[in-house]
Each structure stands twice: as structure tokens, then as C-alpha cells.
């Protein structure tokens, strides 16, 4: 009998995590394989080369290109410092004396006798990373990074924005249907991971940046809202490089949408403790979800569970999330998959499912219409 498929988001408790840290260019490594690092633990580092700063020195002193060096007080491979005289001429009698300062601090990188210009490049730009994430470095990327893995608690949402940050969970509501409102965000939540219920306003992320959380996870959220606290219309872009001091995730979907019993529970078990989050989201392909892990402590031994089904395999059983109407965002669990093709309404036929929904109802789905929550 042949498997079934289909694309889903993982929650679990427990589970290996990998982590690939590379530099944008080559540079050094700073650990060695076998490592146990913390999140915040530069593992990697290089340099951004500097912008260039290009000067007409002929221009400058009406002079030919070839005659530039006369009048240059520095020479190729030369540093100075800004505001620093690099070329004068001698004037009139003394007289009318003409000289130019650097723009910026930088090194001579080039003069040339036949455009009459110097290139002033800037001091390279330091790029580190971190680990992201506790754990031991299972790999080295000669020059360019490292691989961490770790074992931990792993949940993914439909959606988020901004970039890695990581804090301390923090539970602010009783249920996963209570809306997170800005009352609820207190000085506590300072260097917080803030945990919400079915809904997050745009006023909750502002009260949240206030006092300096680092981070909200909720069920949804207003697409209006969105564009309100960015600014601007997101479109189809790729998200997690948002520079707004909080980070962002959405574990339902858009409006107001209760966050799953598993999701919001494994986030209650793991309150007090540190997590890694990344709220960079993209939705063509090479789907990128946006993410929180919380590693276990170092020697807590792994769950064994007696049976593990392939990741993305439909089995009966399976915890679904409808993502398209007329169910829309409800969340349910697969009762049957039959096997044969089944004509719908539209007279097209495709392969279906049949699920029961949290509220007890039977239903039929097509199998493109369901989302696979990994547990």
C-alpha cells in the first residue's frame, strides 16, 4: 500500500536539532567539533570589506593625472585617519595653498597616474555569529561555519517576522483562547519570550517593545495590524530581517484563531526556561517556518517513543489543521484515508480524507486541503 503526504508543521516535545551557522564570506572558526556552546556563544567570525571613498585628485588640484603625485602626501597601502591632510600643493608664493583632508578613515588602496584619482577604502566591518542555540558543535565548515545539533522541545508557526532572539518563556494568559491584551504585558515581561493565547493586537507589540521583550507567540493576527506595525505592505517577501526590537510569531493563522491545546501546552511546560526564536517566514519554495526551540538540559535522556512515522506521512490518527474554507483553521484529527479517487461538487476528482474535527464533527476533506501538524 502506497503512503500518503502532505505538508505540515512540526510541534513536538522532543527532537533532534540541527543548526547550520555560516559567515556571508570565509573567516575563522572559533570552536572545535565536540564543543558545547550556549545560544549566544560567537562561533564564527570574518570581515566585511569597507566601502570605497573615490577622490578626483586631479580635479581637486587642476592638475594632469600624471602630476598627481606631487602633489600627495600618502602612498598606496598608507593609513589615515579623518580629516587627515593627504594631498597640498605649495601655492603662490606661498600664498592660495590648496589642501584636501580624507572624508573617512581608511586605507589608501590605489592611486592612480592615469584617471588621477585615490581610492580611500573604510576599515573592514566585523561579522560574527552565534550558536543560536544550546548545544555541541557536531560539525566544522572549514572557513565558513559550523553545524550545531541539540536535542529539545521544537514548535513551528504559519507565520512571523524579525530575527533571532532568545529569552525566557513567559505565560501571560490561563488558556489558549484567552486574547493576550496590553494589560496583560507587565515589566516582567522584560527579556521575555511573552506567550499569548488565540489573538495579538498591534498595540500588545508596541506595549511588548516598551518593556523590552524580546519576543510574542500567539494563535493570530490581524493582516492589518501587520502593515500598521511595519509600515509598510509585507507582499510576498521573505520576513526575519525586520528591525522593530520584538520578534513575532503566529502559530494559527490570520484573525483571531485559538492556538492549539499541543502547541500551548508544550509552551507551558517549558515556562521559565530559555528559548531560541526566529521569526523569518517564506512561503515560496524552499519554505522557510518560523521557529522557537527550547533545548533540554544537557544529559536529560531522549523520549523513546514505540512507533515514529515518516515525517509528512498521513497516517489515521494524524493531528491535522484545515487550511482552506469551509473549515478554515480548525483543527482535527484523520479518521480514514480511503484510497480510492472521489469526486467533489466542482466534478473534479482527487483524493480525499476523512477527519474529526475538535468539536466533534465528521467531515470530509480534500487532501490538499489539510495541514499536518508533526508531533
Request: net charge negative; charged share 25%.
Given at each position: 500500500m502506497g503512503h500518503a503526504y502532505t505538508?505540515?508543521?512540526?510541534?513536538?516535545?522532543?527532537?533532534?536539532?540541527?543548526?547550520?551557522?555560516k559567515l556571508p564570506l570565509k573567516g575563522e572558526i572559533l570552536v572545535e567539533k565536540g564543543k558545547r556552546v550556549g545560544a549566544l556563544d560567537i562561533v564564527a567570525r570574518t570581515f566585511l570589506p569597507g566601502n570605497i571613498e573615490s577622490l578626483n585628485i586631479a580635479n581637486k588640484?587642476?592638475?594632469?593625472?600624471?602630476?598627481?603625485?606631487d602633489v600627495l602626501m600618502v602612498e598606496e597601502g598608507d593609513e589615515v585617519e579623518?580629516?587627515?591632510?593627504?594631498?597640498?600643493?605649495?601655492?603662490?608664493?606661498?600664498?592660495f595653498k590648496t589642501e584636501l583632508p580624507a572624508p573617512v578613515k581608511g586605507t589608501v588602496e590605489s592611486i592612480s597616474t592615469i584617471t588621477g584619482q585615490l581610492m580611500l577604502r573604510e576599515p573592514p566591518h566585523p561579522v560574527q555569529i552565534n550558536a543560536y542555540i544550546n548545544g555541541t558543535v557536531a560539525r566544522i565548515i572549514p572557513e565558513e561555519g559550523v553545524v550545531i545539533e541539540t536535542r529539545g522541545m521544537f514548535i513551528q508557526g504559519i507565520f512571523g517576522v524579525g530575527g533571532e532572539a532568545h529569552?525566557?518563556?513567559?505565560?501571560?494568559?490561563?488558556?489558549?483562547?484567552?486574547?493576550?491584551?496590553?494589560?496583560?504585558i507587565t515589566p516582567d515581561c522584560?527579556?521575555?519570550?511573552?506567550?499569548?493565547?488565540?489573538?495579538?493586537?498591534n498595540a500588545v507589540l508596541?506595549?511588548?517593545?516598551?518593556?523590552?521583550?524580546?519576543?510574542?507567540?500567539?494563535?493570530?493576527?490581524?493582516?492589518?495590524?501587520?502593515?500598521?506595525?511595519?509600515?509598510?505592505?509585507?507582499?510576498v517577501a521573505i520576513t526575519g530581517h525586520e528591525d522593530k526590537g520584538i520578534t513575532l510569531i503566529i502559530t494559527e493563522g490570520f484573525g483571531k484563531m485559538r492556538m492549539a491545546h499541543g502547541t500551548f501546552d508544550l509552551l507551558k511546560s517549558a515556562e521559565g526556561r530559555i528559548a531560541s526564536i526566529n521569526g523569518a517566514t517564506q512561503?515560496?519554495?524552499?519554505?522557510?517556518?518560523?521557529?522557537?526551540?527550547?533545548?533540554?538540559?544537557?544529559?536529560?535522556?531522549r523520549t523513546e517513543k514505540a512507533e515514529r512515522k515518516e515525517a509528512g506521512e498521513l497516517v489515521k490518527g494524524t493531528p491535522i489543521r484545515c487550511i482552506r474554507e469551509p473549515y478554515f483553521g480548525l483543527l482535527g484529527k484523520v479518521t480514514e484515508l480511503p484510497v480510492e479517487l472521489t469526486q467533489l461538487e466542482s466534478e473534479t476528482k482527487v483524493r480525499i480524507l476523512k477527519a474529526e474535527l475538535e468539536d466533534g464533527r465528521e467531515v470530509i476533506l480534500p487532501r490538499a486541503n489539510v495541514e499536518l501538524i508533526e508531533s
Open positions: 505538508p505540515g508543521l512540526k510541534v513536538t516535545d522532543d527532537t533532534i536539532i540541527v543548526k547550520e551557522r588640484f587642476s592638475l594632469p593625472p600624471s602630476d598627481v603625485q579623518q580629516d587627515q591632510i593627504i594631498a597640498a600643493n605649495k601655492g603662490l608664493f606661498g600664498l529569552g525566557e518563556i513567559h505565560m501571560v494568559v490561563e488558556s489558549p483562547d484567552q486574547t493576550l491584551t496590553p494589560e496583560l522584560k527579556d521575555k519570550i511573552v506567550i499569548g493565547g488565540d489573538w495579538v493586537s508596541e506595549k511588548a517593545i516598551e518593556v523590552d521583550a524580546v519576543g510574542v507567540v500567539a494563535g493570530g493576527f490581524d493582516d492589518s495590524d501587520l502593515k500598521d506595525f511595519l509600515g509598510y505592505d509585507l507582499g512561503i515560496r519554495a524552499g519554505v522557510i517556518r518560523p521557529e522557537l526551540i527550547v533545548p533540554h538540559a544537557e544529559g536529560v535522556k
